[in-house]
């Protein structure tokens, strides 16, 4: 049998501390191998192993062949971009944003096989179309920034492809996308693996994208592979228990419907948002009707350029849309009346996507927790203060830390923890959950779903979460409002829309979604996830 | 001892001579160096000597003694006239930043308009109008450093607004100066402080500079730029009156330099990356 790669008991040591041992795996020309794995699993490493892109200090040993040729382990980067290819997770930079595509492509053609700028461009050309960029849609001389993301990861491929590689390696590929973007680059990955007969090695921490894909999968964890073999083999019967906790994290935690629906803390009446530029408009939102009563989980979900982040800003008071009326607490949003503004603000407190830009690296966790008190009227005092510090943090889980801590001390979900006690202390009927878990991995993700459902949910309130991941408001959301082109295009009860949607995108959402089961057969679903 | 052996040679070197000039000149400002700066004839112009360490200029004063006097002047003015500057631009940076809007742009093109303008001839017109001395000299200095920290905390605290945890402050009703001066100055404080030592070294040049043409402090004040123009005529005939002044003047901006380069690293070294 030939082998595109062949890989041994390749280890990866920096400073006499292993980082990776003992990786085996073969691949043959067509196929594609998922590594996968949480962050700090040595997934990533191996990848840089292989491509010979390790820190300065780290020292590979094993045995590497590319199609039977044996590949010295100290010195992969001699066949890094002639015989292996890789594309990283983030398209944005992986580009040089003040060179024409074409012109990106045909560099490295020409430094590894036609010299001539013609003949390299007219290679790009096809290269480009190749990877879904044909020249009468987007021309070679466009400029990264006039792609999407998706585009963009497109022409990083076809860099990748320039040298005719026999192995491509793609860690995390898709997670700066959108899931409909992601599912077609998924399926090129897959094209290419068979039409130009690549191995592709696969990293992901999303076991479903690697299901997806994959005809081989690696677990790794601690550095070491934990269970290697058959990708269905290996999911029908996980057994090793790392590979059960990827599997059992994978599904969100299951929410029973909300019981006791009050009457609407927020309310968005016909609100529109044009944002002019360059003397021309362009409409972001149109016509936003949108209620969330107390003690009601609302999800919305949109990708990218949906106008998801601008309706958020919105109804959470930040921004004052251009026509509407958004009402929080019974009274409509009016920045000009401060007094009453203040009032709402302590209605309301949300938690952001990325924790590290959302807690102020100069301030302490007691300040960073502490700054919604000063909403309360009247004015808590010194003790008080410190007491419902202490509450909120106890209540999240970090009853321990240090007061006097920066957020840099912490990891990005107990930062996100942080971020929650926040949003809780100066106790507010609703929470904005602004992509609140979609920056962690899925066993974090699902520690810190469990416990806004067991903190806020279970107490009769509600909570607004704004998405791209249709798992996470499919399991704990009641009422769903799917986001596209800045309209609300599809509204109802979370499960029947998405077991049954109607409008062509949200079917075309769900269908892109990619899961480890079939889709529809939620009882499935249910069984393995842990109800609250 | 601890502390000190965790700076480079030559950051020490910069601490080092920067503490010196500033006990000669408060040793020279509180009198004990009078005798060495008056005037005497009879000892003009001599050499280097056990006597007179730097030797003595045409009227016969120790060069020594005008060094550590003009460092009073020099690093009196140039610090005095940075922190003047930093005080009236770090708040506008921050609040234009915090801000936004009409006002904001309007303020940062008007320190584009500063830096459009010759700076000597805004000292010559507000010399014109004050008259000469120190207080105009810091004053001008002053002026120029103005926009200098406007746009450097400007464009900083620019980015920092698009973060999140702005965001929370605004949902926490925080004012706007509440979230420049709580939020965004923690986070550009080491930024100031590297840039108050880089912009200390260009106004004592600048000081120097201006006391060499005369537009300074004046008589019988000592400053290195006028020691510098007093000598222009006498390079020839005592060259250490080019030689002492011209060195201190080069060694006090290297020094603060080499602490700029200090607190950077230091800084960087601390600092959780901002772009993380």
Redesign the interface.
């Known amino acids: 049998m030939s082998y595109r790669i062949e890989v041994e008991s390749l280890a990866v040591e920096i400073g006499n501390q292993a980082i990776v041992t003992g990786v085996t795996f073969k691949a043959k020309s067509g196929e594609v191998i998922g590594i996968v794995g949480t962050s700090g699993s040595g997934k990533s490493m191996t990848a840089l192993a292989l491509t010979g892109l390790l820190p300065p200090g780290a020292r590979v040993s094993g045995h590497i062949r590319l199609d039977h040729e044996s590949v010295d382990t100290r010195n992969v980067s001699s066949v890094r971009g002639r015989r292996i290819g890789i594309v990283f997770q983030e398209p944005a930079t992986a580009l040089n944003p003040l060179m024409r595509i074409g012109d990106q492509v045909a560099e490295s053609i020409q430094l590894h096989s036609d010299p001539s700028r013609a003949g390299s461009l007219a290679t790009a050309r096809r290269l480009l179309a190749r990877v879904g960029l044909p020249e009468a849609l987007v021309p070679a001389d466009r400029y990264p920034h006039e792609l999407s993301g998706g585009q963009r990861q497109r022409v990083a491929i076809a860099i990748a492809l320039a040298a005719s590689p026999r192995v491509l390696i793609a860690d995390e590929p898709t997670t700066a996308l959108d899931v409909t973007t992601q599912h077609q680059i998924l399926a090129l990955l897959q094209e290419i693996a068979a039409e130009d007969g690549l191995a592709v090695i696969l990293i992901s921490h999303d076991l479903a994208i690697i299901r997806q894909v994959s005809t081989q999968i690696i677990v790794m964890s601690g550095g070491r592979v934990v269970e290697q073999g058959l990708t269905d083999d290996v999911l029908r019967q996980p057994r090793d228990t790392v590979t059960r906790e990827l599997f059992k994290n994978h599904v969100p935690p299951f929410a029973q419907a909300s019981q006791a629906i009050g009457p609407a803390v927020l309310q968005a009446q016909h609100v529109g948002r044009v944002r002019h530029q360059d003397r021309t408009s362009r409409t972001i939102l149109e016509d936003i009707n949108l209620r969330v009563h107390a003690g009601e989980r609302v999800g919305i979900v949109g990708e990218s350029g949906s106008g998801k982040s601008t309706l958020v800003?919105i109804l959470?008071?930040?921004e004052a849309p251009d026509s509407g009326v958004v009402e929080l607490g019974g009274h409509p949003f009016d920045l000009s009346n401060a007094a009453r503004?203040?009032r709402q603000?302590q209605l309301?407190?949300?938690v952001?996507?990325?924790p590290?830009?959302?807690?102020?690296?100069?301030?302490s966790i007691e300040k960073?927790v502490g700054?919604?008190l000063?909403?309360l009227a009247p004015v808590v005092g010194e003790a008080e203060r410190a007491s419902r510090i202490r509450r909120s943090l106890d209540q999240v889980g970090l009853g321990m830390i240090r007061l006097a801590a920066?957020?840099?001390e912490f990891s990005g979900g107990q930062r996100q923890r942080i971020?929650l006690a926040?949003a809780l202390v100066?106790d507010p009927q609703l929470l904005v959950l602004d992509e609140a878990v979609s920056a962690l991995d899925a066993v974090t993700r699902n520690e810190i779903l469990r416990l806004i459902l067991a903190l806020w949910a279970s107490r009769g309130r509600g909570f607004l979460l704004v998405s791209h991941d249709l798992s996470v408001i499919r399991s704990v959301t009641d009422r769903i409002c799917v986001l596209a082109g800045g309209v609300i295009v599809e509204e109802g009860a979370t499960e029947a829309v998405l077991s049954q949607p109607e409008h062509p995108y949200t079917r075309q959402l769900v269908e892109a979604t990619p899961t480890l089961f079939p889709l529809g057969t939620s009882t499935l679903r249910k069984d393995h996830a842990d109800p609250v | 001892m601890n502390t000190l052996t965790r700076f480079s040679r030559g950051e020490r070197f910069g601490g080092l001579f920067l503490t010196i000039l500033m006990i000669a000149g408060i040793i020279a400002s509180l009198g004990f160096l009078d005798d060495g700066v008056a005037i005497d004839i009879s000892r003009r112009l001599l050499a280097p000597s056990s006597a007179h360490w730097m030797g003595t200029d045409a009227l016969g004063r120790d060069v020594l003694s005008l060094i550590c006097a003009g460092a009073a002047s020099s690093l009196g003015i140039g610090i005095l006239a940075v922190l003047l500057g930093a005080a009236v631009g770090i708040p506008l940076g921050l609040v234009t930043a915090a801000k936004g809007g009409l006002i904001s742009e309007a303020v940062s093109r008007g320190g584009d308009l500063v830096f459009a303008f010759p700076s000597l001839l805004l000292a010559v017109l507000l010399t014109a109008v004050l008259g000469p001395g120190a207080k105009t000299t810091i004053l001008a200095i002053a002026v120029f450093n103005v926009p200098v920290f406007a746009r450097l905390v400007r464009g900083q605290c620019l980015s920092l607004m698009s973060r999140d945890f702005i965001l929370s402050a605004r949902m926490s009703n925080r004012s706007t100066a509440a979230i420049a001066f709580d939020h965004l100055l923690p986070n550009v404080a080491g930024l100031i402080v590297i840039q108050i030592a880089l912009q200390a070294s260009l106004a004592i040049v600048a000081e120097s500079g201006l006391s060499y043409v005369g537009l300074g402090v004046q008589p019988p004040f000592a400053s290195w730029g006028r020691m510098l123009a007093d000598a222009q005529s006498l390079v020839s005939v005592a060259p250490w009156l080019v030689a002492f002044p011209g060195s201190a003047l080069m060694l006090a901006v290297l020094s603060f330099n080499l602490i700029a380069d200090a607190v950077s690293r230091r800084w960087s070294d601390r600092t959780p990356r901002l772009d993380a």
């Open positions: 800003r959470i008071g930040l503004t203040r603000r309301v407190q949300a952001f996507q990325d590290v830009s959302s807690l102020n690296p100069r301030h960073i700054e919604p000063s909403l920066r957020p840099h971020a926040r100066a």
